[in-house]
């Protein structure tokens, strides 16, 4: 039943051009920060069971390329409720009704729905800023207050790639 959450959010993205919010790519710099998360990554032989993103391009981008890199075979899933403006129980629910029970997941979305998530499971609410990944490890599964967080991986404090 026990479950480990890798909740990153996207990396440093460009600005809103004239397709709007959903469509901002990655900057270069957010390419170069997520290149060496994924570099890290794949040293420590990691290798989550699924992966989910957000439809928005930015968040699918970066998870392609974290995933991409360090765990090649698995497939990135998009969930509506990684959008921004969603809630943690509605994040929850949709992994649920995904079959996600246990095992090492990937999550890869937005702030502040990213920090609101990391305070609904620990207790204590957890700002993400752009290419950040905080591991949440649930014994009992997910659920309010259920987890605690293992670790933080920030871009800039890793050799780049």
Same mark, same amino acid.
């Given at each position: 039943?026990?479950?480990?959450?890798?909740?990153?959010?996207?990396? =440093?993205?460009? /600005?809103?051009?004239?397709?709007?919010?959903?469509?901002?790519?990655?900057?270069?710099?957010? !390419?170069?920060?997520?290149?060496?998360?994924?570099?890290?990554?794949?040293?420590?032989?990691?290798?989550?069971?699924?992966?989910?993103?957000?439809?928005?391009?930015?968040?699918?981008?970066?998870?392609?390329?974290?995933?991409?890199?360090?765990? /090649?075979?698995?497939?990135?899933?998009?969930?509506?409720?990684?959008? /921004?403006?969603?809630?943690?129980? =509605?994040?929850?629910?949709?992994?649920?009704?995904?079959? !996600?029970?246990?095992?090492?997941?990937?999550?890869?979305?937005? =702030? /502040?729905?990213?920090? =609101?998530?990391?305070?609904?499971?620990?207790? !204590?609410?957890?700002?993400?800023?752009?290419?950040?990944? !905080?591991?949440?490890?649930?014994?009992?599964?997910?659920?309010?207050?259920?987890?605690?967080?293992?670790?933080?991986?920030?871009?800039?404090?890793?050799?780049?790639?």
């Amino acid at each position: 039943m026990a479950i480990v959450l890798d909740l990153l959010r996207h990396g =440093q993205a460009l /600005p809103a051009g004239a397709a709007g919010d959903r469509q901002r790519a990655l900057s270069p710099a957010g !390419v170069r920060g997520l290149e060496s998360l994924a570099a890290h990554l794949a040293r420590e032989a990691w290798r989550p069971d699924r992966a989910f993103s957000s439809p928005y391009a930015r968040a699918l981008q970066s998870a392609g390329i974290v995933a991409g890199a360090a765990a /090649p075979t698995i497939a990135i899933e998009t969930l509506r409720a990684l959008e /921004p403006e969603r809630e943690p129980s =509605q994040v929850l629910d949709a992994l649920a009704r995904h079959g !996600v029970t246990v095992g090492h997941i990937l999550v890869v979305g937005h =702030q /502040p729905l990213l920090g =609101q998530l990391v305070g609904y499971l620990t207790g !204590v609410e957890h700002g993400l800023s752009p290419g950040l990944l !905080v591991r949440i490890h649930c014994p009992r599964g997910l659920g309010r207050g259920s987890g605690r967080i293992m670790l933080t991986l920030a871009p800039e404090d890793l050799e780049p790639a």
